[in-house]
């Protein structure tokens, strides 16, 4: 026998469970009669189906070639998969089987929901770029008839809801459903009474009895709640991915915290403005290398990541598009309180998640309503995840490109600022042309969206760097006011506090930016490094600095605390090295560009450097 794999990856497995090396096409047709009424097909219906996007002649041509490589392949076997004639050809079931038969296959209402849940979860045939609109059209006509049988075997399991283990199951296979279909209201009702009702569903006072949340105000006075009554609902709604907790340790509280995002993501259902990621779906996400590239292929929008440690169960919910931290919070999970407080948990963080998602919806649907400014502004901000020069410049030219398309994008003119400030520091010039025009660009960015954190923040990095340091200060901490959970704004505020000479509080600040973003950029492990440098904890500044991926901008840094604690071969590597990208920097003009609020800060940073070399 042979087996016939249609979920996940299409292939043709041995008895023994080897993979049979057999012709993509031949695969697909294998599966296209498998799957229909008959288990015979006519040549000329088979040629159409494989190759509709070519001549009728080549066609015929193109399957005669793959028949004949077939016989190749199944040469030596006893009995063939095939049965070819001059104008037909039958698949032979009574040699081949495939993971299809479940959709056939008899049991328990429960044992087949089971079943069909966990097959239908990897995707029918995954793993192949369907070659032709018509094979593209046949496998998503077989992925909604799939979903149909889903559904109707979750109906068909109700009566056994009060089973052992039939609710997680049915709210598995439930959740599957929602997630292909957000608007499937009668699934949507039906996972709530198994889940013993949403702490989101509330009635409103005009009889609606859809589940709503309750979030802040905005200044005219209506909800997004109210907003949705009024408004039609989009046609794709954002996708929210709820990633299962890590933990650095084998905690016996991982199945719990587990089970708390399980609770989530059914609470979270009550929303009908956002689509929610199976929890299958999420566990392949939060174990595969390329969690980016999958999210993005995914076009989800949000994730709430969560970890477990001694501390309880950290969670912050990450606006996609944008990288930024929109909301983060902690929660106890201790042993003795978690068994009987799960529930009260779950809501919590459900009512925070909902709220935030809420009131983060304008946000999307402007970056939304405007994709060629929006993708131009992404290509931008990916470039300026690296501080060289060329990679600045090509970074200034995409955010252009993205106000050529809007010229009122508020993000791009964040981003401009951005590049300005940051060519200023790379070329260590003192070019305040740069800064002024940072500073025109992030005034722009606030007038057109002054409840923006970003625009704030620019504006702030640019104050610093042209001196006035109490105006930074406070345009960050407002910065931090209207975002408190945006680390790129805390990491800019605590180097900010780094040059109003406070490293201690720097410190402490940039601390907390590197937990909400805990594979840090390398711009916070170069603040870290330079708060550390002034609170005179030269190993510490030097750790910092080799833990960057890229330590161009850290050079002399590195180089004067080596120099500070007499390592003197350490100090020659770095100042060599910072010497090499701007061989013309000078200690004295360097120091009188730089902002630092008291003078013992510029003595301090002037001996390191002259000890190094420089």
Not at 370 to 394: D, F, Q, W
Not at 501 to 529: E, F, H, M, T, V
Request: glycine letters at 4%; aromatic letters at 6%; charged letters at 25%.
């Amino acid at each position: 026998m042979l087996h016939l794999q249609t979920f996940g990856d299409l292939r043709l497995i041995e008895t023994n469970g080897d993979p049979v090396r057999y012709p993509i096409k031949g695969l697909l047709m294998m599966a296209h009669i498998y799957a229909g009424a008959s288990q015979e097909l006519s040549r000329y219906e088979l040629a159409q189906f494989l190759w509709n996007d070519v001549e009728a002649d080549l066609a015929r041509l193109n399957l005669r070639k793959l028949l004949s490589r077939i016989r190749e392949t199944d040469g030596g076997r006893a009995e063939m998969p095939f049965d070819f004639t001059a104008t037909t050809v039958r698949l032979n079931t009574q040699v081949v089987s495939s993971d299809l038969d479940i959709f056939r296959a008899g049991g328990s209402p429960l044992e087949r929901l089971n079943a069909i849940a966990e097959l239908t979860q990897r995707g029918f045939i995954g793993n192949i770029k369907p070659a032709t609109k018509l094979i593209d059209a046949w496998i998503r006509a077989q992925r909604d008839a799939q979903a149909l049988q889903l559904r109707q075997a979750l109906l068909d399991a109700l009566p056994d809801a009060q089973k052992p283990g039939a609710a997680r199951t049915i709210s598995s296979a439930a959740l599957q459903i929602l997630e292909r279909d957000p608007n499937d209201e009668q699934v949507r009702a039906l996972l709530h009474r198994l889940s013993g009702g949403s702490s989101l569903n509330e009635r409103l006072p005009n009889g609606d009895d859809h589940a709503r949340v309750q979030v802040k105000r905005s200044e005219t006075g209506q909800t997004p709640a109210d907003i949705e009554r009024i408004s039609p609902m989009p046609l794709i709604l954002p996708r929210l991915v709820l990633l299962p907790p890590t933990s650095k340790h084998a905690d016996a509280g991982l199945a719990l915290a587990n089970a708390l995002i399980e609770d989530v993501t059914i609470e979270l259902c009550a929303l009908r403005n956002i689509s929610i990621v199976a929890p299958h779906t999420a566990g392949q996400i939060r174990r595969d290398s390329e969690k980016a590239a999958v999210v993005a292929r995914h076009s989800i929008a949000y994730l709430l990541d969560t970890r477990l440690s001694e501390e309880g169960l950290f969670a912050q919910l990450v606006y996609f598009p944008t990288d930024e931290i929109i909301w983060a919070n902690r929660f106890a999970m201790t042993p003795d309180i978690l068994p009987r407080q799960r529930r009260l948990i779950a809501q919590q963080l459900t009512m925070s998640v909902a709220r935030e998602l809420a009131e983060n919806e304008e946000e999307r649907l402007r970056f939304e309503a405007n994709p060629e400014a929006y993708h131009a502004y992404l290509v931008g901000s990916s470039l300026m995840s690296k501080l060289t020069l060329p990679h600045i410049r090509r970074a200034r030219k995409a955010f252009k490109q993205s106000l050529s398309h809007k010229a009122d994008f508020s993000p791009s003119f964040t981003g401009l600022a951005r590049t300005f400030t940051s060519e200023w520091l790379v070329t260590a010039q003192g070019n305040n042309e740069l800064l002024h025009l940072a500073e025109q660009n992030a005034l722009r960015a606030i007038e057109r969206d002054p409840a923006s954190a970003a625009g704030h923040r620019e504006l702030g990095v640019t104050k610093l760097y042209l001196g006035d340091v109490d105006a930074s200060v406070a345009a960050l901490h407002l910065a931090e006011e209207l975002s408190p959970h945006f680390a790129d704004v805390i990491y800019s505020h605590a180097d900010t506090l780094v040059h109003a000479s406070r490293p201690g509080d720097a410190l402490a600040k940039i601390k907390k930016a590197i937990s909400l973003n805990p594979i840090a950029p390398d711009a916070y492990l170069w603040c870290a490094a330079g708060a550390s440098f002034f609170l005179e904890q030269y190993e510490e500044a030097i750790a910092y600095v080799e833990a960057m991926k890229d330590k161009a901008p850290a050079h002399r840094i590195a180089a004067a605390s080596c120099a500070m604690i007499g390592d003197r071969k350490r100090a020659l590597f770095h100042r060599q090295r910072a010497e090499s990208i701007n061989p013309v920097f000078d200690v004295e003009k360097w120091l009188a560009i730089v902002p630092f609020k008291e003078h013992w800060q510029k003595e301090l940073y002037r001996e390191g450097l002259l000890k190094a070399g420089f």
